[in-house]
């Protein structure tokens, strides 16, 4: 009798085990440069930054070419990632100023549903270890949205100005800060360490892991070992140990045997900053650079993994955005995309899995609030251009400045005269935007009331 209930157990047991695995969506993990340029990496054609572990990672995954950010600078970027809409929906970002400062009150509306909300809802396990750089107060920081666990630093590494009143800059462990200011030096370090230790200890459960990095925005900074080490100097130090980072987190994949169940998306937040010179990186033949709707400013260096999942050594120069990150972690984890708003993002697995059609067919290019360019297939209309940075003034282009991008990545030759008709089926799209678009009252505007 007792074997026979022994034996039901153990049946019991391994259909219960054998439904769990089969049931287990994918561990997803994001990590996420800041301000890293397009021509940066190894495997993107930098000639003096060594990236040994993303250019492995490309080999055992997929170089996309052809991935944006959906804006130029770090909060509304950052804002599109985490809800897979455009800033201009969720209200973060502002005409006047860019980005959140840490004496802003505002930051990342509650109404808004992040990737980690959403994720949470199928049993993930969630964490943050990084900048959040979505509003600092605590109903803004990442364990009130959907992380479990948050390690980092809530806004840039340069905001902690004392003429405006700027305290040192905080790393924070949830809710609380630990360490004022920052250590700079070992934060690629920590974390990994941090993240490393998260993905131990949830490894029999399904986690989404959001890495974003403090680096390479300036002000820059290396551990011991890497510090002196790139022939591109500091910057190359800098990115070099973000390049660790990324080996150190795929080996714990894999000696933790979670490799083939886990999607693992290497992207960064927007250009490189190209008014820091030699501290700042290179867009390689793209046009301009951080805080611009040239192609420098948005289409990042984007690489993905999953073993057995992404064909190896592929490259996809299908169209892809930050906030189809959202959409496609939600349909693997098999959570309903919210249908109560507008999401952007679109379902990248077909690209990602079977080199299959983008479901994206359009990029819209905005500054703060302003739609300044839309791509559309290869083409890629101006309708204002402006300087990233300095007194240039707006150029408002009627009509549009037209590029080829396919042909012309580095947007030289303008073909406008050429293609009215091109221009036209574009201006179509800008009006169909433009007339379901509902600005939200922009949460970045809030915070130039407290300065
Ligand atoms: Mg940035």
Redesign the pocket.
């Given at each position: 009798m007792r074997q026979t209930i022994t034996l039901t157990l153990l049946f019991a047991f391994f259909v219960t085990s054998a439904v769990g695995a089969a049931e287990r969506p994918p561990n997803i993990v994001v990590l996420f440069a800041?301000?890293l340029g397009y021509g940066d990496l190894g495997c993107f054609g930098n000639p003096t930054i060594r990236t040994p572990e993303l250019d492995r990672m490309a080999a055992e995954g997929m170089k996309l070419t052809q991935f944006y950010s959906a804006a130029p600078?770090?909060t509304p970027s950052r804002a599109a990632l985490m809800t897979g809409r455009l800033p201009i929906r969720s209200g973060m970002c502002s005409d006047k100023r860019r980005v959140l400062f840490p004496n802003s009150a505002g930051g990342i509306p509650e109404s808004e549903v992040t990737i980690a909300e959403a994720l949470k809802t199928a049993g993930y396990a969630t964490a943050c270890f990084g900048k959040w750089h979505l509003g600092h107060l605590p109903q803004y920081l990442p364990t009130n949205n959907g992380f479990n666990y948050y390690f980092g630093v809530p806004y840039s590494n340069d905001m902690h100005v004392v003429r405006r009143g700027d305290p040192p800059l905080p790393l924070m462990r949830n809710l609380k800060t630990i360490e004022a200011p920052a250590f700079q030096p070992t934060l690629t370090k920590r974390y990994t360490a941090e993240a490393i230790k998260f993905i131990k200890e949830h490894r029999d459960e399904p986690f989404f892991v959001y890495l974003p990095h403090t680096f390479p925005?300036i002000p820059l900074f290396a551990s011991d070992e890497f510090l002196d080490k790139s022939p591109r100097g500091l910057y190359g130090d800098v990115v070099e140990e973000l390049d660790w980072s990324v080996g150190e987190i795929l080996q714990a994949l894999r000696d933790l045997k979670l490799a083939d169940q886990t999607l693992v998306i290497f992207t960064s937040?927007?250009g490189p900053w190209l008014t820091k010179k030699n501290e700042g990186g290179t867009a390689g033949l793209l046009r301009d650079g951080?805080g611009s709707t040239w192609e420098g400013g948005m289409r990042e260096p984007t690489v993905a993994w999953w073993p057995g999942q992404i064909p190896a050594g592929s490259v996809s120069q299908k169209l892809g955005s930050t906030m189809d990150i959202f959409t496609t972690s939600l349909k693997l984890a098999r959570v309903d995309v919210p249908a109560d708003r507008i999401i952007d993002g679109v379902d990248l697995r077909p690209v990602l899995f079977d080199s299959g059609p983008s479901e994206r067919k359009s990029v819209f290019y905005y500054r703060g609030q302003t739609l300044m360019a839309v791509r559309h297939g290869p083409w890629k209309a101006h309708l204002i251009t402006r300087p990233a940075y300095g007194r240039g003034k707006p150029v408002t282009h009627d009509p549009p400045v037209l590029y080829h991008l396919d042909h012309d990545p580095s947007e030289r030759f303008d073909l406008s005269a050429d293609h009215p008709e091109v221009i036209a089926e574009i201006m179509q799209l800008v009006k169909k935007h433009r007339t379901e678009l509902k600005p939200a009252a922009s949460q970045l505007e809030t915070m130039i009331s407290t300065q």
């Open positions: 800041d301000d600078v770090c925005h937040d927007n951080k």
